[in-house]
């Protein structure tokens, strides 16, 4: 089968290189569209809508990290245009980027903070003085009265690494606070988990260069095309490759693949398996790359032997001969990549199954090498920040909790006790959430995240937040969850601060500040340097500091000698390429860093091997039945972010995609009587969701339907299950069993 490229391809993806805006000023002023290139970029640009200036940054919405510039005029962002030399993206961006300046115009933002001064008042503007006080005094009085145990803070993806070291450092090197995590927890603690396992160490071993020099690219539950758009065109466009998607749904990625292996739900580890019997039966595995670097194999060759390939097509629904054709490819590769996201990772066995797939390209020798890799594809724009810096899941530098020497060097870092530092990672976000409904945790610091709607099961969730004794929102627009707090601190958001963002391939970008934010808004840094002064904690913990490459100077210097080694990373280096790939030292030749890691073959596991690990699936908890008789499965599309809540407030990305639907197999919609066009509810054993359109659309299976998640209305997060990993502690979005009932 032929792939689309060229025009085709960026019809296909809705991809561009200027926004709307930047298009009709160019059109307006030139006949040519090709003046509009790099070296002439911004000069063709008619007079009334031609930006003062033009801010050079990084977009915020997707871990991609496309390069972009922000037109700005009279103080206002007018225009985006794809940077022509940034290294990610070459100047195009998907439909969330081309519209990306909108959001610092749109509507909903917070622009002072409020306070509700009775319990069951209503939220009152305050001032900064008046909302910082009231969090301070809220969260010592329960630490006093309670212990470390009582106050916890779920951060996000969203800031500015710079950020992201300076609240590990309050919560943690400060506050000495016990429960930090970040909705980075419920996309990205499986892979982050999974490389610990295997490796010794969380860390993507590859880069998006790979996706060009790969003989054959695996994708598991990765659509791409809809979830990393600027990606999409690198695959797509290694016409030498063979491109093999497994997805239960037809979506635009495996539309364009060379196989697509629709696997039922939950599959992908007996798939996996049976594509190693396969390579090990057929003599694929790279035995001196095994023999050297990895240990387990022995014990992997007798875990998959019991995997019969018949018995395997069987549970996937997948045809024998499309695995074995699968795994002969992958086997023989000279170069297989395979990247993976959230229909791993959204998982009870997310951890597992990353730890399987490294599993994969261990034996066939596809770790460290150009085109070779086991690839994590991060969701959110800075998810790796603060992986890196943040001291949520792992110390800043990737220290490990439970090493007392590692938590002494850190507070000696730091300058302060050792003894504040907790001595475990404390509480993932589900389980703060458990410890809000026990009673164990009575204050909560939300910031840049809006759990109403992406927390599953969110009558549950909503249930923990009306316990709360104080509950504290920092965000820039208005939610559902700022809705529901006692203080509101409106924040700055992308676009009106600076700092850097890490993406999937471990490249560190800048972002810098075009506007400035609206009314009393400040930037999170700014925040977190006046919650650490009414602390009384600001000059021992940001002892001089004023702007966040003060941070960024410190971290540096934290993480040099760590695998996110960024010693050699300064700002001007950034600017100089566009964005350096740690680990990065002084010494590193390259000015855009290092590519890949382990390339010599050697891990951070206390053996230097890394591990081989066997896994076994198993059963959904939530199954179908003659009651809920359809499986829900839950995702993203191209046009909207997260929870809508920039992506909602632009109008061509909310035209494009203005409310929820669901789709239904034919067969299914035929039996039901229903066609596209109608209305139904939806109803789990949590919750239901009225008035979803349906599309009746052979992209899902039969007995199966989809669901987008974005919606507050339609919020689909009233169905999905509570039921987490049991070792990243990441949630199970993928399966629940639903009805469908026409309205
Ligand atoms: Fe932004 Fe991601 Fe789109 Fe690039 S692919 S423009 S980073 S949303």
């Known amino acids: 089968m032929s792939r689309p490229g060229g025009a085709a391809l960026t019809r296909l993806l809705g991809l561009g290189t200027r926004s709307e805006e930047a298009a009709d000023a160019a059109r307006a002023a030139s006949t040519s569209p090709r003046a509009y290139v790099a070296d002439d970029r911004f000069g063709t640009l008619n007079e009334t809508r031609k930006p003062d200036t033009w801010v050079r940054t990084t977009c915020g919405y997707c ?16 225009a985006v245009q794809g940077d022509p030399d940034h290294p990610v993206n070459a100047g195009r961006l998907c439909p969330k980027g081309l519209s990306e300046h909108q959001t610092l115009a749109a509507q909903g933002r917070l622009t002072t903070p409020l306070l509700r001064r009775s319990a069951g008042g209503a939220q009152e503007p305050a001032t900064w003085d008046e909302a910082l006080g009231a969090t301070v005094v809220g969260f010592n009085r329960l630490l006093h009265e309670h212990g470390p145990e009582a106050v916890a803070v779920i951060s996000t993806g969203q800031l500015v690494t710079e950020e992201f070291y300076a609240l590990g450092k309050l919560c943690r090197g400060g506050l000495g606070l016990r429960h930090y995590d970040g909705n980075t927890t419920l996309c990205m603690s499986s892979a982050v988990a999974g490389y610990k396992r295997s490796f010794g160490s969380d860390g993507p071993p590859g880069a998006y260069e790979d996706l060009e020099q ?45 196989l697509h292996l629709a696997v039922r739900p939950r599959s992908d580890i007996a798939l996996v398996n049976g594509m190693l019997k396969v390579i090990i039966d057929e003599g694929l595995v790279d035995r001196a ?28 629904g997948v045809p024998a001969d499309q695995i074995r054709e699968a795994a002969l490819a992958f086997g023989r590769a000279e170069r297989a990549f395979v990247a993976w996201t959230m229909g791993v990772n959204h998982s009870v066995q997310g951890t597992e199954t990353v730890t399987l797939l490294n599993t994969l390209c261990l034996v066939t020798g596809n770790v460290g090498r150009a085109g070779a890799a086991p690839f994590s594809l991060t ?7 603060t992986r890196e810096a943040g001291g949520t899941a792992s110390l800043p530098g990737y220290r490990n909790w439970d090493d007392p020497a590692a938590r002494a060097e850190m507070a000696a870092l730091w300058g302060v006790p050792a003894d504040r ?103 999170d840094f700014d925040i977190f340097l006046a919650m650490a002064q009414a602390f009384g904690m600001a000059g021992e913990l940001y002892p001089g500091w004023t702007t966040p490459e003060d941070a960024f100077i410190e971290w540096a210097r934290v993480s040099a000698g760590r695998l996110c080694d960024y010693s050699g990373i300064t700002y001007d280096r950034i600017d100089a390429a566009g964005g350096v790939q740690w680990p990065c030292t002084p010494e590193t030749e390259a000015v855009g860093g290092t590519p890949r890691i382990y390339a010599d073959g ?23 039945s003659s009651r809920y008789p359809f499986l829900l499965n839950t995702g993203r599309t191209v046009e909207h972010w997260h929870t809508r809540t920039k992506t909602g407030r632009v109008a061509v990305l909310d035209h494009l995609a203005p409310e929820a639907w669901v789709e239904i197999n034919p067969v299914d919609a035929e039996h039901l009587g229903l ?13 239901v969701v009225d008035d979803l359109l349906v599309r009746v659309t052979a992209i899902v299976r039969e007995g199966e339907v989809f669901v987008p998640f974005h919606y507050d209305e339609r919020c689909a997060n009233r169905l999905t299950v509570d039921e987490f990993d049991p070792i990243s502690r990441e949630p199970n979005y993928k399966q629940a069993a639903v009805r469908i009932e026409r309205m």
């Open 63 to 78: 871990a991609v990290g496309c390069g972009m510039f922000v037109g700005v005029k009279d103080g206002i962002a007018v």
């Open 214 to 258: 790969a003989d054959v690219i695996l994708l598991v539950g990765a659509n791409v095309a809809d979830n990393h758009p600027l990606l999409a065109p690198r695959v797509l466009d290694n016409a030498g490759a063979t491109v093999i998607v497994v997805d239960p749904r037809v979506t635009k990625t495996a539309m364009v693949a060379d």
């Open 289 to 316: 790359y095994v023999d050297a670097h990895t240990e387990g194999f022995a014990e992997l060759a007798a875990h998959v032997a019991a995997y019969d390939l018949d018995r395997v097509a069987v549970d996937c």
């Open 379 to 385: 969701g959110q724009c800075n998810a790796m920040g």
């Open 421 to 523: 530092l907790p001595t475990e990672r404390g509480r993932a976000y589900p389980d703060i959430i458990d410890g809000v409904l026990d009673g164990t945790i009575k204050g909560l610091w939300v910031i840049a995240t809006n759990p109403v709607v992406s927390f599953p099961n969110r009558a549950r969730l909503e249930a923990a937040i009306r316990k709360l004794d104080l509950f504290v929102v920092q965000d820039g627009f208005a939610t559902p969850t700022t809705a529901m707090a006692d203080v509101v601190l409106p924040a700055a958001i992308w676009g009106e601060k600076d700092g850097t963002y890490t993406n999937a391939e471990r490249r560190v970008s800048r972002v810098r500040k075009a506007v400035e934010p609206p009314g009393q808004a400040k930037a």
């Open 602 to 624: 050697v891990f951070q596991t206390p053996s230097g091997r890394a591990k081989l690990w066997c896994v076994t699936p198993q059963p959904i908890s939530d199954a179908p």
């Open 675 to 687: 066609g596209s066009g109608d209305l139904v509810r939806l109803a789990s054993r949590r919750g």
